[in-house]
T-cell receptor, first 113, second 112 residues
Framework: DAKTTQPNSMESNEEEPVHLPCNHS???????IHWYRQLPSQGPEYVIH???SNVNNRMASLAIAEDRKSSTLILHRATLRDAAVYYC??????????????FGKGTKLTVNP | IAGITQAPTSQILAAGRRMTLRCTQD?????MYWYRQDLGLGLRLIHY???????GKGEVPDGYSVSRANTDDFPLTLASAVPSQTSVYFC???????????FGPGTRLTVL
């Protein structure tokens, strides 16, 4: 499993963009980069994933470095509801079965009103 | 659509007792998983199932058993609970071949 490094915590103000970094220098060439988040007292929630190209969806954008050793989750306008722990998880290419997620400690994002 | 439901929401259990945590999904996902989350340790995989009728061990399987009689249900059983099994338990499911997992709301279990 690829090792990941994320800041323990970050703070943002409401309505401002947030850039959450993740280093995954040992990532395999075929590993996807998944991001999940966990709101207080809830189960984790899928946010976004990518392989090589930058990705956008309704929740966030994912910027992947050209060498794939790091990525950044971008929340374009943080809201109070975005306060959560964000996990960056390199995962192998699915081979038809289940692929186990290996959660690290993630980054706890605090959003100030 | 309910997604994934877990029961009970919380439980206090005496050590040595048997306990089954229930998990049901209505998304017809092939794969299902059980994780436990402890403070400072993140989520750890206990058991998983690729499809009905098959199960596999995760990172921390000792003291737990699972069964997968059908697609929708994936119960987790503690045959004889111990205090170290005090944790929050999350069930999840996914479509086979895809990494996006959908998680339930969790069961908070306290073993005294």
């Amino acid at each position: 499993d690829a090792k990941t490094t994320q800041p323990n915590s970050m703070e943002s103000n409401e309505e401002e963009p947030v850039h959450l970094p993740c280093n995954h220098s040992t990532i395999s060439g075929t590993d996807y980069i998944h991001w999940y988040r966990q709101l207080p007292s809830q189960g984790p929630e899928y946010v976004i994933h990518g392989l090589t190209s930058n990705v956008n969806n309704r929740m966030a954008s994912l910027a992947i470095a050209e060498d794939r050793k790091s990525s950044t989750l971008i929340l374009h306008r943080a809201t109070l509801r975005d306060a959560a722990v964000y996990y960056c998880i390199p995962t192998p290419t699915p081979r038809g079965g289940s692929e186990k997620l290996v959660f690290g400690k993630g980054t706890k994002l605090t959003v100030n009103p | 659509i309910a997604g994934i439901t877990q029961a009970p929401t919380s439980q206090i259990l005496a050590a040595g007792r048997r306990m089954t945590l229930r998990c049901t999904q209505d998304m017809r996902h092939n794969a299902m998983y059980w994780y436990r989350q402890d403070l400072g340790l993140g989520l750890r995989l206990i058991h998983y199932s690729n499809t009905a009728g098959t199960t596999g061990k995760g990172e921390v399987p000792d003291g737990y058993s699972v069964s997968r009689a059908n697609t929708d249900d994936f119960p987790l059983t503690l045959a004889s609970a111990v205090p170290s099994q005090t944790s929050v338990y999350f069930c999840a499911s996914s479509v086979s071949g895809r990494n996006e997992q959908f998680f339930g709301p969790g069961t908070r279990l306290t073993v005294l």
